[in-house]
């Protein structure tokens, strides 16, 4: 009995020994990787350039590193898929502004300037990973009050919302967690699948040719918005004369009734002219420029 008892306090000292050599390795592993200096190389006629040129050299050695990582966690036939879709990230444009990366020597011959750069893989990832989180708050924010973005900022959002999803491409690769951030930019490409929604409420301040003029006006806001009876937001669209020409004031409301914005856009085209096709093609010009300019 004290033998089996001796025989069990052993094995379980040398696993727990095992054990603990095994996590001492791994986190010995994650250190230096978190250490990890990624470099890059260039040279130029100024010190811009070259600097410029080892910033793209960077990203090169940077996609291969991230490459090699991932090869390491994922199955085959998924890393193939991420590992190209990797390639086709411009990295240089996303990480040329962080202070993460450093200027590591310079070189100057005649006509020549020499750069080196380099930037710890931990801090880029750790720089990254705020980026993602400020630019995630800030699209929920458009979308908090009324769920979908507005006229006012829809093209901001898609904008903002397209450098999200490759900051948390360049995320996911460097924390080798390939779902991360899919969820919440699942939701937010729900919120741009259509355009904003509106209600649109007409206020005609004449009667000569206003349903012609409607018709113009609807075609031409309908490559911006959907229109929709049931919509919470309003739009309303005055249609105006100051000496016999047209002027349309168009008013966005969010869905608590708070002006989001304005349009004032002042045709110079007299009233009677609408019924010749010609004037009612450049009404549609003059009111979809106006339109473009506020979207």
């Known amino acids: 009995m004290l033998c089996s008892i ?10 727990i020994g095992i054990i603990s050599c095994k996590s001492a390795k791994d986190i010995d592993t994650l250190q230096q990787k978190d250490n990890k200096y990624i470099y890059g190389e260039g040279q130029g006629v100024s010190f811009d350039v ?24 994922t199955q085959q036939e998924n890393n193939v898929l991420q590992t190209k ?11 040329k502004d962080l202070p993460s990366v450093e200027v590591d020597k310079i070189k100057k011959s005649k006509d020549k300037v020499f750069v080196r ?3 710890k893989q931990s801090i880029l990832k750790s720089e990254i990973y ?3 989180q400020f630019k995630k708050q800030k699209l929920l924010s458009m979308i908090t009050q009324c769920d979908t973005p507005s006229f006012s900022n829809f093209r901001v959002f898609k904008t903002l919302l397209k450098d999200l999803t490759s900051d948390i491409s360049l995320y996911q690769a460097l924390a080798e967690n390939m779902d991360y951030g899919n969820n919440i930019l699942a939701s937010l490409q729900d919120s741009i699948s259509t355009k904003p929604k509106y209600r649109i409420l007409w206020n005609n301040k004449h009667q000569y040719n206003a349903n012609e003029i409607q ?12 229109i929709d009876k049931d919509s919470k937001r309003d739009l309303i669209i005055d249609i105006n004369s100051n000496d ?7 008013k966005f409301y969010d869905c608590d009734k708070n002006m989001e914005n304005a349009i004032q856009i002042d045709t110079y085209m007299q009233q009677s002219s609408i019924k010749m096709s010609s004037s009612k093609s450049r009404l549609g010009a003059i009111i ?6 506020h979207y």
């Open 50 to 73: 070259a600097k410029q040129y080892a910033i793209q050299d960077l990203t090169t050695n940077l996609k291969v590193s991230i490459k090699y990582s991932l090869q390491n966690t």
């Open 215 to 226: 018709d113009i006006i609807a075609s031409e806001i309908a490559k911006f918005i959907k």
């Open 85 to 95: 879709a990797m390639s086709n990230i411009r990295l240089e444009s996303q990480i």
């Open 6 to 15: 001796i025989r069990c306090l052993l094995i379980c000292t040398i696993s």
């Open 130 to 132: 705020n980026r993602v």
């Open 117 to 119: 750069v380099k930037v």
């Open 244 to 250: 016999k020409t047209i002027v349309i004031f168009l």
């Open 288 to 293: 979809y420029k106006a339109i473009e300019a």
